[in-house]
């Protein structure tokens, strides 16, 4: 009986510490993006009000409106009185901010970035993974090598590339780059999925007639799905967060900023207006943040393929 | 009447019959091109740049060959070889330190129960997401000098009698770099040593348990020896990204308090883009480089053992 018991009070202790563990990592990973995401919803000057408010008492979307481009008349009126600045003066700045550009530039960026880096690295991770020819660890260690080339190191001649392809001050100049810095990792996660098919899943098809490209589209693209999945978001994170090439190719254009570009650029014009910078980072990340929660399953278990195989 | 051929592009395509090796070259063309352009002709174009006096919006042709005279300048600089300490110092300590954070947040998902690991799972990759030059942005405001959450807080425990200069005073500002890094990127490292967890066989532990191994001892003698590969490869991955920082610095401190904690890529950065001299980032940048190809050479020498690929 009295063993019974202890066993008992030993598991709700164990269930009290495990609780306690949980609570302290969550602390550590969220209290940042969590205090963020509480600045951003206080009203314009509030975040430098001591004491500091963990959640402001009243929440306002104020700040989301302003980084939005979203203003309304009123507001303007109350906002400005009593200060040197006109309604119209701070109308024509708040217009001025829209970071739905950037928003639609990274979106535009990153998904054609995942979608065409995809297609590389699905074709050279099937070569790598299940075709037999020469040179097979060579030519997969000749593809990691280039990503290890810091970005700093390429920046100045593929500004030059850009340059003289015209491309400058366009989003295709984000684009290309960004398809092949992905390639390396994309080819080596795929590569990791495809190599745990069964080799016979070729030999099968090759009886039912099948051709190679065949094979490659019919047969292992649909069983690699969430390997290819996760490679995908990869490279969609990656190139959402570029941020060297995006900035040296943008030359400060808002038109064709992406998020971090522009992020940088606006943090440096509003420096002290901590609830819009606050409110930008919340859009920034809400998206990827999202899709990262919602295929979190997938995406951790690409990542870890990649890793155990190593 | 001869019946008519409708010639196809596509048909004549399937008609070929190739062998394994030339589809295999054909498949990897693509990547290898981007690669080769976007990285080896790259590097390739940067040494030459190194090697010339070159102004940020000439052509390298038109300008002064000067042999190795930006290197020679790269390395009489006391900036050099201060950025070059901090660069080390960063990469080694925030590499260490996501090893430790990230063992423990992994070891942790592992042993609780099964939907407390899957609520720490979706936590632990929240802090990766987050893209470089945004957590420069965050931390700028968490350490911000007067109204800072760390600093308020650190003042409300009455453990400082007003908020630290976290980003301002040279060895607090090197510090609180470190962290901001750690805080991103001991996530990867979780995830990555999570995978190395998840491949240790159950019986290895449930032989350990029955000998009556303590977890202590369980720990010592049969998790991290199992895991020891992953961790080899998952530091050389931390360090080698760590070696080329650069948004976090320009973000959070943009290389100060004076340069204190700039780093060799941010140096690079800063000689094309503000002061305009192409030829002595390039020169910068070329050291990063064969600083970061002798880790690399380890790193995939290491990977290339494990490979089960069909040869």
Redesign the interface.
Known sequence: MSVKLSHRYRNQAT?LM??V??IA??V??????F??LS?SLKPRGA??M???ELWPSKPTLQAYRAVLGIVEEAELESETKGSMVLPADQARIVKSLNFITPLRNSLIVSTSVAALSLL??S??A?????????Y??Q???????????????????????MRSLGLLRTLLAMI??N???N??MS?WLI?CYF?ELP?DLEDAAKMDGY???QIFRKVIIPLAAPGLFSAGVFAF?GS?????LAS?VSMGIPAVQT??AA??NF?VQFRYE?TW??AA?IL??AL??FM??VF?RW??RG???????? | MPRQHKFSLAGAI?KIR?R??T???L??L???I??????????V??GI?SLHNLQHTADWQTQPFVWFKNYATVFRSTYFWQSLRFTVYFTVMATALELA?GLG?AM?TF???RW?GG?????????W??????NA??????F?A??G?FG?ILVSLGLADKPPLFLTEPVLAVHSVIFADV?KNS?IMA??????L??IPADIYDAAKVDGARSWFRFRKVTLPMLL??IL??LLFRG?DA??T??LI??LTGGGPGTVTET???F??KY??TYGK?GL??A???V??AI??G??VI??S???R??????
């Open positions: 269930y495990q609780t563990v949980t990592i969550a550590f990973c969220l209290t940042p993006m205090y963020i600045t975040e430098y001591i004491p500091l590389i690295s074709l050279s099937y070569a790598i993974a299940r075709l037999r020819f020469k097979k660890i030519s997969l260690i000749f593809l990691q090598l280039g990503a290890m080339i810091p970005i700093a190191v390429t920046i100045a001649p593929t500004f030059m590339l290309i780059p398809i092949f810095y390639v390396p080819t590569a190599a080799f051709k190679p490209i994170l959402w967060g570029e941020f060297m040296a998020v971090p992020m940088l943090s901590w910078i606050s980072i920034s990340v990827v943040a990262t929660l979190q995406v951790i990542l870890t393929a990649g890793a155990v195989k190593y | 399937m190739l394994e090796p589809i295999a070259f498949f990897l693509p990547a290898f981007g690669v080769i352009v976007f990285y080896y002709y790259q590097i174009q940067t740049y954070v947040m942790a042993w609780v129960s407390l609520i720490l799972r979706a936590i632990i990759v929240m802090p997401v987050i893209p470089p030059i945004i942005m965050i931390w700028r405001w968490l911000h007067d109204v959450l308020y805080w996530s995830i990555f040593l999570l995978g190395g998840a491949a590969p992953t490869v998952a080698i070696l080329r650069f948004d320009y973000g060799l890529s941010s690079a950065y094309y883009f192409f980032g390039s910068y940048a070329i990063v480089f970061i190809v880790l690399a790193y995939l290491r990977i290339r494990n490979l089960r690929f069909k040869e």
